[in-house]
């Protein structure tokens, strides 16, 4: 798998979802896979998804055991761990891509519109909160009861952790800008199932 650069990494992600949206996920032998990754792991990509129990990375990429990493926090957020996480992925493993993956619908990017406040959930909102403001201003109402909103929060939030990602890990970033990693971001509908990856956006909204 190490073999595979990052570009052909990613079309094996998109026809994965595309397999996955047409409801033609591979049957695996999983009881194999177990025996297979047991003696080594060559995970190709990894994906920071939120926790939502309906965006399940390895499932709606249609992949098998031992082909991602899966790190899954609240809000797609970016923290020491996470990024520590990424580097094993990447300069240990060797993992070829990176899928900072938010999707619409996010309690998360909601619960940081409403200035939620719940115990430590309140320190995770705190870094969603600042991408608000790069939301154009033309998207009204501003508030978690427009959908248009939340999903414009939600893929402004995915941009801000790439941005993280770059900046806090210099390792990343050397891999990044010598092609041996694509660093990309996405967005996952929990109404239909289809994966959109930010390259693909048509019109790439402004940044404030």
Do not use: W
Request: hydrophobic share 40%; net charge negative; glycine share 8%.
């Amino acid at each position: 798998m190490h073999r595979l650069s990052a570009e052909q990494v990613l079309e094996k992600l998109r026809a994965g979802n595309r397999r996955f949206v047409e409801n033609r996920s591979r049957d695996r032998d999983h009881l194999k896979d177990i025996e297979i990754t047991s003696r080594a792991q060559y995970p190709i990509a990894a994906v920071v998804g939120c926790m939502d129990s309906r965006a399940p990375s390895t499932i709606i990429f249609d992949q098998g055991i031992g082909d991602i990493f899966a790190i899954s926090l609240a809000g797609n957020v970016i923290n020491d761990d996470v990024i520590g996480s990424l580097e094993y992925a990447c300069k240990v493993v060797g993992s070829k891509v990176i899928v900072i993956l938010g999707h619409t619908e996010c309690g998360a990017v909601k619960g940081a519109i409403d200035c939620v406040c719940l115990g430590k959930l309140t320190g995770l909102l705190d870094q969603i909160k600042p991408v608000i403001a790069h939301v154009p201003e033309c998207i009204q109402p501003r508030t978690s009861d427009n959908p248009e909103f939340v999903d414009a929060v939600a893929r402004a939030n995915v941009r801000h952790m790439i941005e993280e990602v770059r900046l806090r890990s210099p390792i990343l970033t050397e891999l990044e800008q010598t092609g041996l990693l694509a660093i990309e971001g996405g967005i996952y509908d929990v109404r239909s199932g289809l994966i959109t990856f930010f390259r693909d956006l048509q019109d790439s909204e402004p940044q404030g």
